[in-house]
């Protein structure tokens, strides 16, 4: 579980370094509005608060439910990984994309 745990860390820090990377250009927007809308009130730093927030706050969901039911909190972190590590990818093909001429 640990190493599940360290694993959503790491994706989360490479998910908001290729956000970073991508919204350095002109061509690309912030998807989620809510992290669109730190970002336009409080620059980078607004979105790497929201996005630390958001990750903790999975983490303590995570927590929470192993806490019940560990073979559950195993599941949604798991689920949670593949949706992000879905994200990294759709950021890394955009970045591939981009880069060609």
Wanted: proline share 2%; hydrophobic share 55%; glycine share 10%.
């Amino acid at each position: 579980m640990k190493l599940l745990l360290a694993m959503f860390v790491v994706m989360n820090g490479l998910d908001l370094g290729l956000t970073l990377w991508l919204l350095k250009g002109d061509h690309n927007a912030e998807a989620n509005p809510v992290a669109s809308l730190s970002m336009s009130q409080f620059g980078s730093k607004g979105l790497m608060v929201f996005k630390g927030a958001m990750t903790a706050f999975v983490i303590g969901v995570v927590g929470y439910i192993g806490y019940h039911d560990l073979r559950k909190a195993r599941k949604v972190l798991w689920m949670s990984l593949l949706i992000l590590g879905s994200v990294i990818v759709y950021s890394c093909l955009l970045i591939v994309v981009q880069a060609q001429p």
